[in-house]
């Protein structure tokens, strides 16, 4: 018996067993049963607190928040000048009234539309290449493509923002070489695609092995066969190994919408080195533009649940039409 | 290549290296080394190269660099790099334990609302980052605890991700014979746990907490804000401020680019290191790797 947490609790359910030892046991063999019967609970215990201290209260606290405002008394200095009074469902129609929220949520799913399809394309095409038989320098490129996820989003915005630095950027120098025009990585549309890069960059890594895992678990034989009826390496990547990775595929897909609509650390890094970025330019970024800069918690608090819930709904539309595709595909 | 010529009927057509692939595999590998290469190569410029020359021409201004980044506010940089080793070394330790008994509770026991309990954690998954930050930073101000090493680091224990993934493991790697044989030795479920199932999900454990450590070590939107004094910052956020203030004096960009390469040394260095004996593919479940 150690000294962990658990112990105590365990031992009094172990503790008259273990005293009785082998004479409680064959007198009533049910025992060792009815003993392990609250310990997943106990196992749970470090867990479920950390969950309630952690999630349930904060998501909890957020809720109550966004149903009150500040009221202020008088001229609204002194102790118990502000009061927190019940404001029902206001906070919720001045967020949907709220055009900067809906601005950024717009931008968020420009961003993903560029994002998503790019890196996930990506992130198969390579799995699909390591899984080629005959390609060289495959674990190299493994290593080398999954390398920029153990890079803090923060550190690869920051790179990239450099590399977009017509100053030091070697991308200018060669444009400059060639005499060829030099556009503004930091204007406009071409602000998504700055930003998209820096995230494709930096997910396709991780993606890549979860889709490279599924196609290895693909047991040989299928292709023998299939090369016995013909089957040239591309259409076995078409007809075959795309199809048994879609759940995969679905799974990447999934977190990366979610993802998506949390963009926050790449437009934050490359705000200081650009002039006229919002500050509420992601969804994220208008939470806490709200909730810090604006000292707005209560209407911060209505966004943020807003956001939780919308990206329950979009989560589950999901959830529910990747299970009727799989199923179809299934039968 | 050698499994290839153990294959059957290999032609020599087969055995040919596949161009197209290789090709496509080094372009990628090039895209996402671009940006490293650049920050290794700038990091030795001194300030006037940084802006003079071509930027993958080496410059001589390395150590100058480094010792300009550490004599920087006396050397608060080194500061923030054992802040987030703390946070994330601390952090990913726990996180590995705390997944180790719920995923294994989840795994290896049938008891009424175990799926509940689950796909509860698991819904945790999906609630915005800062939906919970914001709370968990007012809560913890409300505890005089905002602005602490443990408002970094507390939240950042639970991992929804480590216990699916333990859950995983230890349905697949313990055995349920093996915990009724010991149960019949008299061993308690802690003992059980302890001693024969955390052994054996031990692959899973690792990586959980080689998970957890590059999660905590990359977060930036949690430090940003639930800290104010940047004694406690993290790295990441620590080269944002810097950079924030940089913006304004480009005489800062070199602190900065040396900042960011050696803040990406020690996990790119991990991950190098582990990869000898800890398969990438373990990250995704896969227990048979």
Same mark, same amino acid.
């Given at each position: 018996?150690?000294?962990?947490?658990?112990?105590?609790?365990?031992?009094?359910?172990?503790?008259?067993?273990?005293?009785?030892?082998?004479?409680?046991?064959?007198?009533?063999?049910?025992?060792?049963?009815?003993?392990?019967?609250?310990?997943?609970?106990?196992?749970? %215990?470090?867990?479920?607190?950390?969950?309630?201290?952690?999630?349930?209260?904060?998501?909890?606290?957020?809720?109550?928040?966004?149903?009150?405002?500040?009221?202020?008394?008088?001229?609204?200095?002194?102790?118990?000048?502000?009061?927190?009074?019940?404001?029902?469902?206001?906070?919720?129609?001045?967020?949907?009234?709220?055009?900067?929220?809906?601005?950024?949520?717009?931008?968020?799913?420009?961003?993903?539309?560029?994002?998503?399809?790019?890196?996930?394309?990506?992130?198969?095409?390579?799995?699909?290449?390591?899984?080629?038989?005959?390609?060289?320098?495959?674990?190299?490129?493994?290593?080398?493509?999954?390398?920029?996820?153990?890079?803090?989003?923060?550190?690869?915005?920051?790179?990239?923002?450099?590399?977009?630095?017509?100053?030091?950027?070697?991308?200018?120098?060669?444009?400059?070489?060639?005499?060829?025009?030099?556009?503004?990585?930091?204007?406009?549309?071409?602000?998504?695609?700055?930003?998209?890069?820096?995230?494709?960059?930096?997910?396709?890594?991780?993606?890549?092995?979860?889709?490279?895992?599924?196609?290895?678990?693909?047991?040989?034989?299928?292709?023998?066969?299939?090369?016995?009826?013909?089957?040239?390496?591309?259409?076995?990547?078409?007809?075959?190994?795309?199809?048994?990775?879609?759940?995969?595929? %679905?799974?990447?897909?999934?977190?990366?919408?979610?993802?998506?609509?949390?963009?926050?650390?790449?437009?934050?890094?490359?705000?200081?080195?650009?002039?006229?970025?919002?500050?509420?330019?992601?969804?994220?970024?208008?939470?806490?533009?709200?909730?810090?800069?604006?000292?707005?918690?209560?209407?911060?608090?209505?966004?943020?649940?807003?956001?939780?819930?919308?990206?329950? %709904?979009?989560?589950?539309?999901?959830?529910?039409?990747?299970?009727?595709?799989?199923?179809?595909?299934?039968? | 290549?050698?499994?290839?010529?153990?294959?059957?009927?290999?032609?020599?057509?087969?055995?040919?290296?596949?161009?197209?692939?290789?090709?496509?595999?080094?372009? =990628?590998?090039?895209?996402?080394?671009?940006?490293?290469?650049?920050? /290794? +190569?700038?990091?030795?410029?001194?300030?006037?190269?940084?802006?003079?020359?071509?930027?993958?021409?080496?410059?001589?201004?390395?150590?100058?660099?480094?010792?300009?980044?550490?004599?920087?506010?006396?050397?608060?940089?080194?500061?923030?790099?054992?802040?987030?080793?703390?946070?994330?070394?601390?952090?990913?330790?726990?996180?590995?334990?705390?997944?180790?008994?719920?995923?294994?509770?989840? =795994?290896?026991?049938?008891?009424?609302?175990?799926?509940?309990?689950?796909?509860?954690?698991?819904?945790? /998954? !999906?609630?915005?980052?800062? +939906?919970?930050?914001?709370?968990?930073?007012?809560?913890?101000?409300?505890?005089?605890?905002? @602005?602490?090493?443990?408002?970094?680091?507390?939240?950042?224990? !639970?991992?929804?991700?480590?216990?699916?993934?333990?859950?995983?493991?230890?349905?697949?790697?313990?055995?349920? $014979?093996?915990? $009724?044989?010991?149960?019949?030795?008299?061993?308690?479920?802690?003992?059980?746990?302890?001693?024969?199932? +955390?052994?054996?999900?031990?692959?899973?454990?690792?990586?959980?907490?080689?998970?957890?450590? /590059? =999660?905590?070590?990359?977060?930036?939107?949690?430090?940003?804000?639930?800290?104010?004094? @940047?004694?406690?910052?993290?790295?990441?956020?620590?080269?944002?401020?810097?950079?924030?203030?940089?913006?304004?004096?480009?005489?800062?960009?070199?602190?900065?680019?040396? =900042?960011?390469?050696?803040?990406?040394?020690?996990?790119?260095?991990?991950?190098?290191?582990?990869?000898?004996?800890?398969?990438?593919?373990?990250?995704?479940?896969?227990?048979?790797?």
């Amino acid at each position: 018996m150690t000294s962990a947490p658990l112990k105590g609790s365990v031992l009094t359910e172990a503790g008259p067993l273990a005293d009785g030892t082998g004479t409680a046991q064959s007198v009533r063999p049910s025992r060792p049963r009815r003993r392990g019967r609250s310990a997943p609970y106990w196992f749970l %215990v470090p867990t479920l607190t950390l969950f309630a201290a952690f999630t349930v209260v904060p998501i909890g606290y957020a809720i109550w928040l966004s149903l009150h405002k500040v009221r202020v008394k008088g001229i609204g200095l002194g102790k118990g000048a502000r009061e927190q009074v019940w404001n029902g469902l206001g906070n919720y129609t001045d967020v949907l009234k709220d055009s900067e929220f809906g601005h950024s949520i717009l931008r968020a799913f420009g961003y993903g539309l560029i994002v998503i399809p790019t890196m996930l394309g990506l992130a198969l095409l390579f799995a699909l290449m390591l899984d080629t038989p005959k390609a060289r320098s495959a674990p190299f490129a493994r290593l080398m493509i999954f390398l920029p996820y153990a890079v803090p989003g923060i550190i690869a915005a920051l790179m990239w923002g450099f590399l977009y630095l017509p100053d030091v950027s070697p991308f200018y120098y060669l444009l400059d070489k060639f005499g060829l025009p030099q556009p503004d990585l930091f204007d406009g549309g071409n602000l998504y695609l700055s930003f998209a890069n820096i995230a494709v960059w930096g997910g396709t890594g991780f993606n890549m092995i979860v889709i490279y895992t599924a196609l290895r678990a693909i047991p040989p034989d299928i292709y023998e066969a299939a090369r016995i009826d013909g089957a040239t390496d591309l259409g076995i990547a078409l007809k075959i190994k795309i199809p048994i990775v879609m759940p995969s595929l %679905v799974l990447t897909f999934f977190f990366s919408v979610i993802a998506t609509l949390q963009v926050f650390t790449e437009p934050m890094a490359l705000k200081p080195l650009t002039n006229g970025l919002p500050s509420s330019w992601s969804p994220l970024m208008a939470i806490y533009d709200k909730a810090f800069l604006q000292s707005d918690i209560y209407g911060a608090s209505a966004t943020a649940v807003v956001l939780a819930l919308a990206t329950f %709904v979009l989560s589950f539309t999901l959830l529910r039409i990747s299970d009727r595709y799989t199923r179809e595909d299934r039968a | 290549m050698t499994p290839l010529t153990l294959t059957a009927g290999t032609t020599t057509k087969a055995r040919r290296t596949a161009w197209v692939p290789t090709l496509v595999l080094i372009l =990628g590998a090039l895209y996402c080394l671009i940006p490293i290469a650049w920050v /290794v +190569v700038a990091a030795t410029k001194d300030r006037s190269e940084l802006f003079s020359t071509f930027t993958f021409a080496p410059g001589g201004g390395f150590f100058q660099n480094l010792s300009d980044l550490t004599a920087y506010r006396d050397g608060i940089f080194w500061r923030w790099m054992a802040n987030s080793a703390f946070y994330a070394g601390l952090g990913a330790l726990l996180s590995a334990a705390v997944s180790a008994a719920g995923g294994y509770a989840l =795994g290896r026991y049938s008891f009424r609302g175990r799926e509940a309990v689950f796909k509860m954690i698991l819904a945790g /998954v !999906l609630v915005p980052s800062i +939906v919970l930050a914001v709370p968990q930073y007012l809560l913890l101000s409300k505890l005089g605890m905002a @602005d602490s090493y443990g408002a970094m680091l507390l939240p950042s224990i !639970l991992s929804p991700y480590g216990v699916y993934l333990v859950r995983i493991y230890a349905a697949a790697s313990v055995p349920a $014979e093996l915990m $009724e044989a010991a149960r019949m030795d008299g061993a308690s479920e802690w003992r059980i746990f302890s001693r024969i199932a +955390v052994p054996m999900m031990m692959p899973g454990l690792i990586t959980v907490f080689l998970f957890q450590f /590059v =999660g905590i070590w990359n977060n930036f939107l949690l430090p940003y804000v639930m800290l104010a004094d @940047d004694e406690k910052f993290p790295i990441t956020l620590g080269l944002y401020t810097l950079l924030a203030q940089g913006a304004s004096q480009p005489a800062l960009y070199t602190l900065v680019i040396t =900042g960011c390469l050696l803040a990406i040394v020690p996990l790119i260095g991990l991950f190098l290191v582990i990869q000898r004996f800890w398969s990438l593919d373990l990250m995704s479940g896969s227990v048979k790797a």
